[in-house]
């Protein structure tokens, strides 16, 4: 398929504006080159755009099981609520009394997502979830410092942790103290009891952790860093598979972030938008960032205006379609499903942890790697040719030659056997003929690429003749 710079006809354009009836002005500023467009009619450009979109795979494509992303299926009527005038025609500038139905919404997503969580107060701001990482990191900071407690400079990671936990962490001026998960994949407690000290500062998790698992330890966990002087930070990346069964407030956590687009239906990916609130308890409230008020301890704002006010809308919308009882009832649902799936493979496929998963699962190919030389990479490149999109590979770092699946609630058994089927036929023909994976995949518009060329050198503009 060409480029968009390689098609059209020199002086050929669909005019969407009339002529300038008004004498025009250069402003002094101006480009050296002329500016390389190209030059098409609208029906050339919407049969582009169109083909480019039939090369994409999304979840209305097929089965995405995406781990630890959870590429869930995300009502259409959502999207609707997001789109009424009301909502979408609105300006954050404008006075307070114009817009009592957006303050409205604002006030419902807080009470009914602090309910969720088990948190007092939340701030909208943060526009996704590694930012409202930085945003709860920055109220723990504001906390010790309120107390002149400065010496407090570290922060605990796991070393299964989302990637975004350390770089956050370094954000907000905190040095990382790695420690290591034990054989079960749940956190070392006494590799945690020895880190924590008069310079820890807080902890940040999530619960179920990156392997899918739920630590048994967590009040445990908790204890120790309160009673070393640090506050527990909750990443919610993992929330849809606990959501409205158990409160992250009621573990022990004191500040946490939620990923709206992922878990209260937003489309995930494609480069957003997101939105990442962070929630706490009350005794963070003075500290959390804010719009026209904020208190003389907040942290200031972390973006303009009210954050991703349509993201939060289509959360709200898809909170009060499920009520108290189909929020619950999705989690059972993604955990059920990351289960059925694990089990159904493990007698091919070895899994990192034999233990009962909640929304995802991570298998392991190193002896396949070892035995046969067919790495999780062949597999995920494989899985292209069924229409399926790969899962997550090599993460965590802690599971050699990983690969990390999550099915999510919105997929069906029979999705789920079909996908089943596939992973087992590639298994067999990984054993039968593994030259033959090294080559997939096989029927995408794209073959096998030269991924290490494409992270080094990257081609970011069209240069042409």
Do not use: W
Request: proline letters at 6%; glycine letters at 10%; charged letters at 20%.
């Amino acid at each position: 398929m060409k480029l968009i710079f390689e098609k059209g006809t020199p002086g050929r354009h669909c005019h969407l504006l009339p002529d300038c009836d008004v004498p025009v002005h250069q402003i002094g500023v101006g480009r050296k080159e002329k500016l390389n467009l190209p030059e098409l009619s609208e029906n050339e450009i919407s049969r582009h755009y169109t083909g480019l979109a039939g090369r994409a795979h999304g979840v209305n494509n097929g089965f995405y099981p995406l781990g630890s992303c959870t590429m869930k299926y995300n009502p259409k009527v959502n999207e609707e609520a997001a789109s009424l005038e009301g909502f979408a025609g609105i300006h954050p500038l404008q006075p307070e009394h114009t817009v009592r139905g957006a303050l409205r919404v604002f006030d419902l997503a807080e009470q009914y997502l602090c309910e969720i969580t088990g948190m007092d107060a939340m701030t909208f701001q943060p526009a996704a979830g590694a930012h409202g990482e930085f945003t709860g990191l920055l109220l723990i900071k504001a906390y010790h410092h309120s107390r002149g407690d400065e010496k407090r400079t570290k922060i605990i990671v796991p070393d299964s942790a989302h990637g975004t936990n350390p770089a956050s962490a370094t954000m907000a001026g905190y040095s990382v103290v790695s420690i290591p998960s034990r054989e079960d994949g749940c956190v070392d407690l006494d590799k945690l009891k020895e880190a924590v000290g008069e310079d820890t500062a807080g902890l940040m998790l999530t619960n179920p952790n990156t392997v899918g698992l739920f630590d048994k330890n967590i009040l445990e966990i908790t204890r120790i860093v309160h009673e070393g002087g640090g506050l527990c930070y909750y990443d919610g990346a993992n929330l849809n598979a606990v959501m409205g069964i158990v409160r992250p407030g009621d573990m022990g956590f004191d500040v946490i972030h939620l990923n709206l687009h992922k878990t209260f239906s937003t489309p995930h990916g494609g480069g957003g938008p997101g939105s990442g609130p962070v929630g706490c308890k009350e005794f963070l409230r003075p500290f959390l960032p804010g719009f026209m008020v904020k208190g003389p301890q907040s942290i200031g704002s972390v973006k303009m205006f009210y954050g991703n006010f349509g993201v939060v809308v289509k959360a709200l919308a898809y909170i009060m379609t499920l009520g108290r009882e189909g929020i619950p009832e999705a989690s059972s649902n993604a955990v059920l499903n990351a289960n059925y799936m694990m089990n159904k493979l493990s007698d091919l496929y070895q899994m990192a942890y034999n233990e009962t998963c909640m929304h995802e699962f991570v298998m392991t190919l190193e002896d396949l790697k070892h035995d046969i030389n067919v790495s999780a990479m062949d597999i995920a490149k494989a899985l292209l040719d069924y229409g399926i999109h790969p899962p997550t590979m090599y993460f965590p770092l802690i599971v050699h030659e990983a690969l990390m699946v999550e099915p999510t609630e919105t997929e069906s058994k029979e999705t789920l056997d079909e996908a089943i089927e596939v992973f087992r036929n590639i298994y067999e023909k990984a054993k039968a003929d593994p030259e033959s994976l090294h080559q997939a995949p096989v029927k995408t518009p794209v073959r096998r690429l030269d991924e290490v060329t494409a992270a080094r050198k990257p081609v970011l503009r069209y240069i042409g003749e």
